[in-house]
């Protein structure tokens, strides 16, 4: 603006100057020379307002994007903590399931630790009782031993068969029937016979039995009916035949040969208690 008046104003100085005679050409060019100063400042004042002006909107368009960035790395920072608060209580949740599930799992330990010792305690309860009963025989013919958690009766052929025979001699009844009265108070014990044989085949032609096989199973048949007859269940004893394949001593020797021909009555407690734990897990 203040240019335009300066330069409306320059008609009416010069056209003074031409009336005045007291203005001097020197004063004159001084007027102009000083318009001229002021139009150049004026120029220059309205360059840098104009630049002033485009930094003043580069700042602005800085500043919004400043402010937008800081919004996002706001609602970035809310979300991830937001994130992480849902991944810590979800892994929580886990630290305390998989604690509970430990903490049951040494439970059923525990429970079946308690059983287990239980069941040894019955079966060396159950061996003890056992040989208390069956005292009056030769150790060479009857052994009462623990193995693998079971009560093993082993009683020689030369105790219960003569050779090549399946029925049981007087002796050999009277060592079952003990042991049957000892089985009818132990009702949570099972009774597996097998029949175990030399390597020496059966005579040809003996009645009803072709191989050891046919005589180891019906040794153990014929002790299962004395046991079954003297009072013993039925459904807890299973009769069994392993012919010459399960020999206490592999020599071929007379000595070896009498070892192996044998009966082993395996008396084993129940343990439905413990199955159904093992079925849990």
């Known amino acids: 603006m203040r240019k335009n008046v300066l330069r409306s104003a320059l008609p009416a100085v010069f056209a003074m100057g031409l009336l005045g005679s007291c203005v001097s050409t020197k004063k004159y060019e001084a007027a102009l020379a000083e318009n001229r100063s002021l139009v150049v400042l004026q120029d220059e004042l309205t360059r840098q307002k104009a630049e002033l002006e485009s930094e003043r909107a580069r700042l602005q368009q800085d500043k ?63 061996r003890q009782v056992v040989s208390n009963a069956l005292l009056g025989f030769k150790a060479s013919d009857l052994t009462v031993d623990v193995r693998n958690g079971k009560v093993y009766v082993s009683l020689s052929n030369q105790l219960l068969f003569k050779s090549g025979s399946t029925k049981v001699d007087a002796q050999g009844q009277e060592a079952l029937k003990k042991l049957a009265t000892v089985l009818q108070n132990q009702p949570d014990v099972n009774v597996l016979i097998e029949g175990h044989t030399d390597d020496v085949p059966v005579s040809r032609g003996t009645a009803g039995m072709q191989d050891n096989w046919d005589l180891s199973v019906l040794r153990a048949t014929e002790i299962t009916r004395i046991l079954t007859d003297a009072g013993v269940p039925p459904q807890r004893v299973t009769p069994s035949g392993r012919s010459k394949y399960v020999p206490v001593d592999p020599a071929t020797t007379a000595d070896a040969r009498q070892k192996n021909r044998r009966t082993e009555i395996i008396l084993t407690p129940k343990l439905d208690e413990l199955f159904q734990i093992l079925e849990k897990n």
Not at 67 to 83: I, M, R, V
Not at 86 to 92: E, I
Not at 97 to 125: P, T
């Open 64 to 126: 919004e994007r400043l402010n937008q960035e800081k919004a996002d790395l706001a609602s970035e920072k809310a979300s991830t903590e937001a994130s992480l608060r849902t991944n810590l209580n979800n892994k929580n949740q886990q630290v305390d399931k998989l604690s509970a599930d430990l903490q049951a799992r040494e439970a059923r330990l525990a429970e079946m630790q308690r059983i287990l010792e239980e069941k040894d305690k019955a079966v060396n309860s159950l």
